[in-house]
């Protein structure tokens, strides 16, 4: 597609609840990251995936979190358990290559928990 | 670890003002630098990049310069419009081939420009 999608756009759910967030990157970046960006906190980098190699899962804040990238194309940001410190918006960035610029973001997931 | 500080906000500007942003680093290396924008209800964009030291990158009026010996990448602009309001992130990210060349950004800086 033109740009990087994420769905849904806004999401509230009840504490205790998973959620799952998709992201469809760019059709062609190899590239693709998870981002949190939580009020006053900034962006927080949470996964990131490239090509076939191993996700680089550093910034997942906890064993709720996971991710997967099918077939190197969309990615589900998956969050078990939901808790209320879990509400933020969630970020997908894609980009070609490995290149450190060229990242185009997605409009993000705005996940609020009850 | 890497680190982006930014200057406390947000900030409000009257029309045409001059605009400074401070942002400060801490690195391994010689980062990249960027200045990323996000406009109400949009994604972030890139708005400008630096990737050594000296570089200014500029774009829509805005400048900012790669300065190593203070590790600063301040963003100004000399007459801020009422279509600049949004949320401004300064960031860097390490030039990787092959690896993770994730962004470190700052926390973000919301500025409003009335008319």
């Known amino acids: 597609g033109a740009g990087v999608s994420q769905s849904p756009s806004n999401k509230v759910t009840e504490k205790g609840k998973d959620v799952e967030l998709r992201c469809d990157p760019i059709s062609g970046h190899t590239a693709l990251y998870w981002y949190r960006q939580s009020l006053g906190q900034g962006l927080e980098f949470l996964i990131y995936f490239q090509g076939n190699s191993a996700p680089d899962k550093s910034g997942l804040p906890s064993d709720r979190f996971s991710a997967e990238r099918t077939g190197g194309s969309v990615s589900t940001l998956t969050i078990q358990r939901t808790q209320q410190e879990d509400s933020a918006v969630y970020l997908c960035?894609?980009?070609?290559?490995?290149?450190?610029?060229?990242?185009?973001f997605g409009s993000g997931t705005r996940l609020t928990v009850v | 670890g890497d680190s982006v500080t930014q200057m406390e906000g947000p900030v409000t500007l009257s029309e045409e003002a001059f605009l400074t942003i401070n942002c400060t680093y801490t690195?391994?290396?010689?980062?990249?630098l960027f200045w990323y924008v996000q406009y109400p209800g949009e994604g972030l964009q890139l708005l400008l990049k630096?990737?050594?030291?000296?570089d200014k990158g500029s774009n829509k009026g805005f400048e900012a310069t790669y300065r190593k010996e203070t590790t600063s990448f301040h963003l100004e602009k000399g007459s801020v419009q009422v279509s600049d309001s949004a949320v401004y992130f300064c960031?860097?990210?390490?030039?990787?081939?092959?690896?993770?060349?994730?962004?470190?950004f700052g926390k973000g800086i919301t500025l409003s420009v009335r008319p």
């Open positions: 960035a894609s980009k070609e290559g490995a290149a450190n610029y060229g990242y185009t």
């Open positions: 690195a391994t290396g010689y980062p990249s």
């Open positions: 960031a860097l990210s390490h030039a990787a081939t092959g690896a993770n060349s994730k962004l470190t």
């Open positions: 630096a990737t050594k030291a000296d």
